[in-house]
């Protein structure tokens, strides 16, 4: 398997396979689910943190390269706010810098695209003050880490300096080809609207994602703000890593 991270192809494939990535984590609320408390999500003391990403087959990763290479951008921004569909993929169009047929298969690629770690761990203490937990790399910088505090008491939370509100909880109990099933809980704050990050105007999303993956004892956290300001191309950072709580199943 081979990754690409440039922000570029995160908003390919958050814009081409409209709806796909959205998926990945987010769902409907399951009235049967248990759910959790944040604390046990958020365990005190030192964790071992192990940095993931998107990955896709060699030739999905071709073929998503090749697109974003071949594609005049700001076509492809036109085209997406006259007929993307939420949930739904764009239809074919021959301006694509592929054919209708490696298209399709990128598009299938994509379906099956899966979270991999990548090699890189991290020591970490998931801090409590005053009923707010944070995340403390030891030996290690990450201001985007860093920047999370979540108050335990109301589930608000603020990430990359932006405050996210209350936290949703949410579950997917199905099998998926990326994460699987999980529960946990999400914040989304977004500045701006589709329209405008489709226009060229300013936008900005920021994300949050909490989650403990059924079956495991892993917490997933992934952390993404995507932001423009008008004139300027389209900017992400996002990171995602798990954590083992003992005893979470």
Not at 135 to 163: K, N, T, W, Y
């Amino acid at each position: 398997m081979r990754r690409v991270t440039s922000c570029h192809f995160l908003l390919f494939c958050s814009l081409v396979t409209w709806g796909f990535a959205a998926n990945r984590l987010v769902s409907a609320q399951d009235p049967t689910d248990a759910k959790l408390e944040l604390s046990q999500l958020l365990p005190e003391g030192e964790v071992e943190l192990e940095f993931l990403d998107v990955a896709l087959s060699e030739r999905g990763t071709e073929l998503a390269n090749r697109f974003l290479h071949d594609t005049d951008r700001q076509w492809l921004r036109s085209y997406i706010a006259k007929v993307a569909q939420p949930g739904q993929a764009l239809p074919y169009h021959p301006n694509f810098g592929l054919s209708e047929e490696e298209y399709a298969e990128y598009l299938l690629a994509a379906k099956k695209m899966t979270i991999k770690p990548i090699g890189i761990k991290w020591k970490c203490l998931i801090q409590q003050t005053n009923h707010v937990f944070s995340f403390e790399p030891i030996g290690h910088r990450s201001a985007q880490l860093s920047s999370i505090r979540v108050h335990i008491d109301s589930s608000e939370a603020e990430a990359s300096g932006v405050q996210l509100g209350r936290g949703e909880w949410r579950s997917h109990t199905e099998e998926g080809p990326a994460i699987g099933p999980w529960r946990g809980f999400t914040w989304r704050k977004e500045t701006g609207s589709e329209a405008e990050l489709l226009s060229g105007g300013d936008f900005q999303i920021v994300k949050l994602d909490i989650l403990h993956l059924i079956g495991t004892e892993y917490v997933l956290v992934n952390q993404k703000i995507a932001e423009q300001n008008t004139g300027h191309q389209p900017t992400s950072r996002e990171f995602m890593l798990r954590y083992r709580v003992p005893g979470l199943k």
